[in-house]
Structure formats: structure tokens, C-alpha cells
């Protein structure tokens, strides 16, 4: 999730593609040149361990017109972490 809200920050679209399941992966990712990202909060999360196949993560991503509150699920996809969508 951190390195996700990162490439949000500096607007590495190549990177979210790669971190997006297949599933659900948009063909474009569009930045808003206005919105400065500067604060992301975890608030809490589910499953994620070695052992598990899904999770969530619930935070807040401060920016410099509010607040984004998400609870995000990701699923292992050829063994890796993948966002799949927003709850």
C-alpha cells in the first residue's frame, strides 16, 4: 500500500499498472496536476500474512484538498500483491 500511495505522489503510472490485478487494471491512469498528496495514514488491515491470498487495507490519504478514505482489497497474483479494487 505505502509503495502504491507513493507512485501516486510521483505520478508513476507504469508502477500502479504493474501493482494492479489484471482483473480490474484501467487501460489509463490520469493525475489530477493539482492534487498534492501529503500525508498517507494506515488505519487498519486484514489478511496479508505469507499464508494468506487476499487483504485489505483501510487508510486515509491526506492531500492538499482532503482527505481520500479507502478500504482497498489486493490479492496475491503470480505470487505477488496486487490491488484489485476499493470497498
Do not use: K
Request: aromatic share 12%; glycine share 6%.
Amino acid at each position: 500500500m505505502r509503495s502504491r500511495y507513493t507512485a501516486f505522489v510521483m505520478h508513476d503510472a507504469a508502477y500502479l499498472r504493474r501493482t494492479w490485478s489484471l482483473a480490474t487494471r484501467p487501460a489509463t491512469i490520469e493525475f489530477d496536476p493539482n492534487r498534492r498528496w501529503t500525508r498517507l495514514q494506515i488505519l487498519g488491515t486484514t489478511g496479508g500474512s505469507p499464508f494468506h491470498t487476499e487483504g485489505t487495507v483501510e487508510f486515509n490519504a491526506h492531500h492538499n484538498t482532503g482527505v481520500q478514505h479507502e478500504n482497498s482489497t489486493f490479492i496475491r497474483e503470480a505470487g505477488e500483491w496486487v490491488y484489485v479494487a476499493a470497498l
